[in-house]
């Protein structure tokens, strides 16, 4: 198979079980080169979505087409072109961090000599040349995640797919995980990744669909999803108890600025959030904080999914 103008096509895709809906009649497509993210909440369809790109969960409608292929019929194909990171990492326990990456490069018939090499290039890569004969129980989290981004890396994929890739891991761990996503992206590696995290989508993405309840509720960059649906700044104050009825308060929301109120805080959204709190001060507001800050993604989520928590 050659590859295609577009890696991932997916129209009116769809997938059911029994009378749940995961993914509601979707369209979008993943171009060579880019990062492209699934962004939403639990239950939201990102996941079903990822295992019908996969090629292990069969569309209930609706048209998909990976790396120029139909999966209903050539899912074998292109199983062997893809890089895979599950959700959750199912490393080999009983092997060490190499043989975990030797192992599976032998289902690709990989010549031996090869595989050695490349496992070695790989754990060099993320980082875990020093834990080649470890096992991988002693791991931390976020090595077991490098050791599982390593191994998907073995069949030198087409498409990498990555589910959650550092749901779990802290702070160190993530941002070492991306910046090695970040040199595969430099490499050319096309990636699809789900992500919950706004900024992991909003530092590695470079189109990304917001997903709800199955459906795709906005599609775009990170950049042009801020830019459409929030202003430049966000104002948050947090109120003294009393406060919220005072005049100055009231002018903001009769000026047709956009407000919302989350539980002692009310975000204000402004293209220059330091005039608004220095009108808001002389119009004789004293609150107990101000927090002048960028809109980020987080915004654009929260505007579009709502703030209140729906288990699926």
């Known amino acids: 198979m050659t590859q295609p103008e577009v890696l991932v096509e997916a129209s009116a895709l769809t997938k059911h079980f029994d009378d749940f809906v995961a993914v509601d009649g979707i369209d979008f497509e993943v171009r060579p080169g880019e990062v492209f993210g699934f ?8 996941s079903s979505t990822m295992r019908m790109i996969g090629c292990v969960s069969p569309a209930t409608g609706g048209v998909l087409r990976v790396l120029g292929a139909d999966p209903a019929t050539d899912g074998p194909r292109i199983r062997a072109r893809l890089g895979v990171v599950p959700q959750e990492d199912n490393l080999d326990t009983e092997l060490s961090v190499l ?31 020093d834990r080649a004969d470890s096992k991988v129980d002693p791991l931390s989290g976020g090595m077991k995640r490098r050791l599982t981004i390593a191994r998907s890396l073995m069949n030198e994929p087409d498409l990498l797919l990555l589910d959650e890739p550092t749901t779990g891991l802290d702070p160190q761990a993530r941002h070492l995980v991306w910046e090695r996503l970040y040199r595969l992206k430099q490499d050319g590696v096309t990636q699809v990744l789900t992500t919950h995290y706004m900024d ?18 906005d599609e775009g960059s990170p950049s042009e999803l801020i830019s459409r649906h929030v202003t430049r700044e966000v104002v948050e104050l947090r109120l ?12 903001i ?6 407000t919302e109120t989350v539980a002692d805080r009310m975000l204000i959204y402004a293209d220059d959030g330091d005039a608004l ?5 002389d119009g004789g507001l004293r609150p107990e904080s101000v927090l002048v800050r960028r809109s980020t993604l987080e915004d654009v989520f929260l505007i579009l999914t709502g703030r209140t928590l729906i288990e699926y």
């Open 39 to 46: 962004l939403g909440p639990n239950g939201a369809g990102k």
């Open 200 to 217: 992991e989508a909003e530092r590695l993405c470079d189109r990304l669909v917001v997903m709800d309840g199955g459906s795709i509720v």
């Open 99 to 129: 043989d975990n990456l030797i192992l599976y490069g032998r289902y690709f018939g990989i010549a031996k000599p090869v595989l050695r090499q490349r496992a070695a290039e790989l754990l060099d890569f993320v980082q875990l040349s």
């Open 277 to 281: 709190v220095a009108g808001l001060l």
């Open 240 to 251: 003294a108890e009393g406060a919220s009825e005072t005049e100055a308060l009231a002018s």
């Open 253 to 258: 929301r009769t000026s047709g600025t956009r």
